[in-house]
């Protein structure tokens, strides 16, 4: 089976990642042929799309089922992105069949596994290495002071950190779901700190319980006030919780969306002894 793109495959697709209603999730782009555009041209087409983030892939030649790929937000690029990841995967499923993908990104290469299910395809990808680091005490301050939250507003089970799966993000937990719920935030204050901190974006969570949770993710780095379902945000916070809580295999599901009228489910399992982090969702054309 060939994974020469068809005619016309440089042209965007628009898929919904992490969920199967084309109203919910997070939109994105997904270039399935980019070897001709330049970097310019893959930001202009990011632009226009509008949507957080937008994949392109190039076919690594020779390698079966081997791409490379790019992500960019509407203002910048992007070393890894989970739901573009899932977008295009499933992209690729749809045209490819279920199998082993592997995605060359800036961040390091990142394996998926394609799934058929009964209506469609799911995705589930392998991160990079993860790893959790300290925030400084001062920038966490400056984080809540542009996201209009109080020390008292956090969750004191769960330190600020910044946990990496590919991409850089900072874990504040919120004490109740009122406090998720209620985002308004400086966006070009925050984009500056995000900046300086090296962050794709803030990932903001709620515990339901042990193993469920609900998240929020600030992107203003990106263009956009909020990203609706963040796969990358959601590897760092497995990687985050692990770290917290010694955890061995274990499996997570998080709820992101609900606040934007776009709910979508993001499965998250750690393996015992695996420091890389698989994030599982579905995926719908738009």
């Known amino acids: 089976m060939t994974q020469t793109p068809s005619a016309g495959s440089a042209e965007p697709l628009r898929y919904a990642a992490f969920t199967t209603d084309p109203a919910g999730g997070n939109p994105a782009g ?14 202009d087409v990011a632009a226009r799309l509008g949507y957080s983030e937008t994949a392109f892939l190039t076919a690594v030649p020779g390698a079966e089922r081997n791409w490379t790929v790019r992500y960019f937000s509407p203002l910048a690029e992007v070393p890894f ?3 573009a990841t899932i977008a295009a995967a499933v992209a690729l499923g749809e045209r490819h069949g279920a199998g082993e993908l592997l995605f060359e990104t800036k961040a390091g290469p990142v394996p998926v596994e394609v799934t058929a299910v009964a ?6 990808l392998t991160s990079v290495p993860s790893s959790v680091e300290d925030a400084a005490p001062q920038d ?3 984080a809540l002071a542009l996201l209009g939250w109080r020390p008292e507003d956090l969750d004191g089970r769960f330190p600020p950190r910044i946990g990496y ?7 504040l937990a919120a004490g109740t779901r009122e406090r998720l719920a209620a985002l308004d935030y400086d966006f070009d204050g925050l984009a500056a ?7 794709t974006t803030v990932q903001l969570v709620w515990e339901e319980d042990g193993a469920t949770f609900h998240v929020r993710d600030p992107f203003p780095v990106g263009g956009i006030v909020e990203d609706p379902a963040t796969g990358a945000a959601a590897a ?6 692990r770290r917290l809580r010694g955890l061995g295999t274990a499996r997570l599901t998080l709820h992101q969306g609900e606040d934007l009228g ?9 393996l015992d002894g695996d420091p890389r982090i698989r994030v599982t969702g579905r995926a719908v054309r738009i």
């Open 119 to 124: 209506d469609g395809f799911s995705a589930t």
């Open 262 to 270: 776009r709910p979508g489910v993001l499965t998250v399992d750690l």
């Open 81 to 83: 992105c989970g739901h």
């Open 165 to 171: 799966a590919g991409a850089r993000h900072l874990v």
């Open 193 to 199: 700190l995000m900046r300086r901190l090296d962050l």
């Open 236 to 241: 760092a916070f497995g990687a985050y919780l």
């Open 140 to 142: 966490v301050a400056e």
């Open 30 to 43: 997904v270039v399935l042929d980019a070897a001709g555009l330049t970097d310019g041209q893959q930001l």
